[in-house]
């Protein structure tokens, strides 16, 4: 049986963005994933997964994950894997500007809050080795699924050039399913006595729903 420890950590940087009154936002963050894989026998195996992501120059965290699937080899071209990820995202506050008429008077703003969601995947994946090339493609069909929830939003108006709070209510979030079919295709190339593997994907997303 083999057992497998990875250690991953991304950082991401984008163009800050602002507009008046509004405050700015960082968005330089990290992903930060430990993932665990464990042969059962030569068809089966298991592996599992967490993440980390964090937001507003790491002042923030965006999200945490955990998932775990299992695997089947048919052959060595074809195998299927079922898998679950339990996701726990971050929302900042969401500035939406407010108009009145063709004029901005203002905005409204639903307060930062946290979202369970569940994601549900099966993987079918094709793979053939030519020399030191591997070709794989993969096909994810992709359900993720959240629950409807209400968060506090604030009505910000404009008296002049002074921005005030003007009044509050509720905002609904309402629930979804959202199901994707996924395409990946992968090229390796298996460099002689090197651990290191260069590879190139392309990714495609068909909304199902």
């Given at each position: ?174 629930a979804a399913n959202k199901l994707y079919l ?28």
């Open positions: 049986m083999k057992h497998r420890l990875v250690i991953t950590v991304l950082g991401l940087l984008s163009a800050s963005f602002a507009f008046a009154q509004v405050p700015d936002v960082s968005q330089f963050g990290t992903w930060t994933g430990i993932s665990a894989s464990k042969e059962l026998s030569k068809k089966w195996s298991l592996d599992g997964e967490v993440e980390l992501r964090t937001q507003d120059a790491f002042n923030a965290v965006d999200r945490w994950s955990a998932s775990l699937g299992a695997q089947y080899k048919f052959n060595k071209y074809l195998k299927i894997e079922a898998s679950y990820k339990y996701l726990y995202n971050y929302y900042m506050a969401d500035w939406k500007t407010h108009y009145s008429g063709t004029t901005v008077d203002g905005y409204n703003v639903a307060a930062a809050h946290w979202m369970p969601r569940n994601r549900f995947m099966l993987d079918i994946t094709g793979q053939k080795k030519f020399g030191r090339y591997a070709l794989s493609l993969t096909e994810r069909f992709q359900l993720t699924t959240n629950g409807s929830m209400t968060v506090d939003r604030d009505k910000w108006r404009y008296s002049g050039n002074t921005l005030a709070l003007s009044s509050s209510d509720a905002k609904t979030i309402d996924r395409t990946r295709l992968m090229a390796k190339y298996d460099i002689p006595h090197s651990h290191f593997t260069p590879y190139a994907g392309y990714y495609l997303y068909n909304d199902l729903r």
